[in-house]
Structures are given as structure tokens and as C-alpha cells.
């Protein structure tokens, strides 16, 4: 049974750090396009970063030099570091690995 389980989300002011972190069970981790995407109330679901297959990096342009995505395939961890956060990046945040997602992790960033 495939399970991803996200952590590492809360409240934090604006100028801020996070890392999120997704652990993948039941899926071969490695050789699986993976990433964030994350959901505001009111917004549309946003492909925040992304992992492709083959291990290319990829970014939506609102995070872009703000967020890092990294994986530790060992340990079946995939992780997003959020430096410079701001109120806009308040989001539930979702992890995904191939077509399965996560619960995701309550991101609250304050002014």
C-alpha cells in the first residue's frame, strides 16, 4: 500500500524558513517523477516544485530562488526547504510521487 506522510508545516512570520518533508512507502521512491504542489483557499492548485524522473529540478516562478526541492532516495524522503517565506505561500502543501499524493501539511505564514 503506497503511503506518502508529509510533516514539517506551522506557522511562521513572514521572512521565514520551513522544511517540509514527504516519506514514501510502498513505491519505488528513485525513479519516480515527484514534487509539491500546494492548495490556497480560494486559489487554484499550484505545481510548486518538481522532480522529474530523470532528476531535472523545476520550479514555478513564485518560488523560484526561494524554495529548494531535494530528495534522499535512501531514505525514500523527498524534502522542500522554504527560505524568505511570505503571507502569499500560505497553502495546505501536498507532496506527490508518481500518481499518489499525500495528506498534506498546513503552511500559515504571517505578516
Known amino acids: 500500500q503506497v503511503q506518502l506522510v508529509e510533516s514539517g508545516g506551522g506557522l511562521v512570520q513572514a521572512g521565514g524558513s520551513l522544511r517540509l518533508s514527504c516519506a514514501a512507502s510502498g513505491i519505488t521512491f528513485s525513479n519516480n517523477a515527484k514534487g509539491w504542489y500546494r492548495q490556497a483557499p480560494g486559489k487554484q492548485r499550484e505545481l510548486v516544485a518538481t522532480?522529474?524522473?530523470?532528476?531535472?529540478?523545476k520550479y514555478a516562478d513564485s518560488v523560484k530562488d526561494r524554495f529548494t526541492i531535494s530528495r534522499d532516495n535512501a531514505k525514500n524522503t523527498m524534502y522542500l526547504q522554504m527560505n524568505s517565506l511570505k503571507p502569499e505561500d500560505t497553502a495546505v502543501y501536498y507532496c506527490?510521487?508518481?500518481?499518489?499524493g499525500g495528506q498534506g501539511t498546513q503552511v500559515t505564514v504571517s505578516s
Open positions: 506527490y510521487v508518481f500518481t499518489c
Open positions: 522532480i522529474s524522473s530523470g532528476g531535472y529540478l
